[in-house]
């Protein structure tokens, strides 16, 4: 599948799009990582730039699409009729991100989640202000959040695809080039794909000889089997405990940017996983998401032999997980280690 040059965002826009934005969400800061620090990480002989959207309002990158939309959507309408309000289906991240962005511009709010979606993630959304709706599976989510969207002829935010989400999520690639030295690669962890599809256009155009990465969850990887076919595909109730990159299905657009941009696709086992979230507090120092660990899981499992004498620009994407899953989490890998 293939884009029309001008549907791509371009630097320039993406851009203007970083200083459009500023007012709105957080210049996320980058720390970094070499030999000298942690025995895992140091291992890997090289030097790591960890860019911790884990810091940004509402806990994750989701952040950046979601003001952006939400923006557009009340300067839209300024001239005419005031936005009835903002509808998603979501796995959590994208669900508080829209419910901050909404209570951020007075809209109302109404997010669809599966029931096994974080305690917290909930109550923070119903805190900003949303209605909060529980379906039974991921699949579910989609078909419930159209059907409020008709119903209450509120606007519908889908969680990672289009133009206007990829040139979102594209500013974290901005300023993580802006901020560090040239890097050999970039590693992001993938969902749906709207956080790699934007960052991979920029940072693909800005600087070609950096090579970009997605990881996925071994037993959620759509993007993975959906290059190989060579089509956006669907896949049936994907599971893992990174369940914000669990996405049922990859999308048109999105799709189009990764086919394009994206080196390589590599998937990490949930025990990589729940090890490298170990890693990051005892080594890094920071508490993070099961997806935010799978680029640390990736490096140190399917891409080790890739990372010597490299410098790696890392996206660590959220931190929204209360503090009994962290816990069960690291008591899980824990185990499985001894």
Known sequence: MTLPLDSVPSVTTIAQQWRDLTPYVKETPITTFDQRDGALLGSLGATLWLKLELMQYAGSFKTRACMAIVKALCSQSAQRDRVSGVVTASGGNHALALAYAANQFALKASVVMPKQASPLRIARCQALGAD???????????????????????????????????????????????AVPPLDAMVVPVGGGGLISGVAAYVKQALPSCQVIGVEPATANVLQQSIKVGRPIRMDDPRSCADSLCSPMSCPYSFSLIDRYVDDLVTVEESEIKSAIRVLQEEVKL??????????????????????????????CGSNIDALKYHALLMDEEQAVG
């Open 132 to 178: 909060v709706i529980l379906a039974e599976t991921i699949s579910e989510v989609f078909p419930m959040a159209q059907e409020i969207a008709q119903t209450l002829q509120y606007e519908f935010v889908h969680p990672f695809e289009g133009q206007a989400t990829s040139l979102a999520t594209a500013t974290i690639g901005y300023e993580f080039l802006k």
């Open 287 to 316: 508490a993070v998401e099961p997806a935010a660990a799978c680029g640390v899981a990736a490096l140190l499992g399917p891409l080790r032999g890739r990372a010597l004498g490299s410098n790696i620009g890392i996206v660590v």
